[in-house]
């Protein structure tokens, strides 16, 4: 198990760009090589929703449609750390992010196979 803190939200014009970090903490950078990661968003109202996710090494991603050519994940196994870099932002990219983790090889959208999640950081983007 690790406990994952995001951090780097805040608010941006649309057009804009953002870098999330979500770091894995009370984990050696070996165990944080055994967890496949991912990013998810929930905007208000609306329920969490799959933004994407990168493989042990990062060698393979998966994005959502909405974000792909826009978003890009990637991580730092030395650093405990993956990130989310955002370019052109949205309005409709408001949202709360969270990042989640999984000891496995899964990278996809079912939240039920991730087993740790982040408390998330604000995103807001304004018109």
């Known amino acids: 198990q690790v406990q994952l803190i995001e951090s780097g939200g805040g608010l941006v014009q649309a057009g804009g760009s953002l870098r999330l970090s979500c770091t894995a903490s009370a984990a050696s950078e070996r165990t944080f090589s055994t967890y496949a990661m991912a990013w998810f968003r929930q905007a208000p109202g609306k329920e969490r929703s799959f933004v994407g996710g990168?493989?042990?090494?990062?060698?393979?991603?998966y994005y959502a449609d909405s974000v792909k050519g826009r978003f890009t994940i990637s991580r730092d196994n030395a650093k405990n750390t993956v990130y989310l870099q955002m370019n052109s932002l949205k309005p409709e990219d408001t949202a709360v992010y969270s990042c989640?983790?999984?000891?496995?090889?899964?990278?996809?959208?079912?939240?039920?196979?991730?087993?740790?999640w982040g408390q998330g950081t604000q995103v807001t983007v304004s018109p």
């Open positions: 990168i493989s042990l090494y990062g060698d393979s991603t």
């Open positions: 989640a983790a999984n000891q496995g090889h899964y990278i996809g959208p079912w939240q039920e196979r991730y087993s740790d």
